[in-house]
């Protein structure tokens, strides 16, 4: 394997520079305002894999719903490549917990579908086997979804997101709901892709692990509203190991910051 600089990006190009500039957001829950963001910045890198951690209900999806530009914030604002995000864009995607296959879909119709909704399907239809080829699903271009495993799914969830080759990857707890074996797996397998793809990634998660051990840079957010409470630097190179002490030492002070040391 080729060895890379610790950012993991093969291509600084390819990844998009993401600002979030003093969001905040609120909601209204039985005509109250509910404040969930409360001046949030966050500058990304190209190419850089981010991982969100905070308490759940905090606001992390939510902010990742922003980025994805699924609705504007209430105040701040948020760029992409220097520019306001408007609305969602091909270039930026969102995995969540859930693949959301359509059933009746076979696995390579299910991801077919960005391209073929940008009318791209018949000049472009080869990149379809290609991101199936990048999950390890090539064999099962026939499957319905009823015929996956959790994390095969998951997987074609995933190639359904890299098949508009993205330059954001928005990852919300993708594998919050695999099995632990299955979970390790896809943890090295993403890494791979990021590190092979060079996007950017922004990536959910409430297991401190997986941060640690894909992430190049952890925030770690406040209870709702959330507030960046630490933005720490994860300075070691890839492939990462899971025993490694630095990343026990960086584990014991998220715990510390997210007020859990004490079941170290
Ligand atoms: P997290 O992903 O950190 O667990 P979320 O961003 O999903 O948290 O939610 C943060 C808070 O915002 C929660 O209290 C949730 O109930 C509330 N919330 C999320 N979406 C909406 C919505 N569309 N309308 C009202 N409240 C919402
Ligand atoms: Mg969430």
New binding site residues.
Partial sequence: MVALENTGSADAAVGMTIDVQAVSHS???HGAP?P?LDAVDLHVEPGELVALL????????????LIAGLEPPSLGRILADDRPITGPDPSRVVVFQDPTLYPWRTVRDNVALGLEARGLLRSQGHRVEEALALVGLTGFEKAYPHQLSGGMAQRAALARALVNDPRLLVL??PLGKLDSLTRLAMQSELVELWRRKGFTGLL?THDIEEALFMATRVIV?SG?P?RVKADLLIDRPYPRHRGDPVLTELRHRILELLGLAETW
């Fill in positions: 909601f209204e829950l509910l969930v905070g308490p759940s209900g905090c606001g992390k999806s939510t902010l990742l719903r919300d707890e959910v957010f709702r959330a």
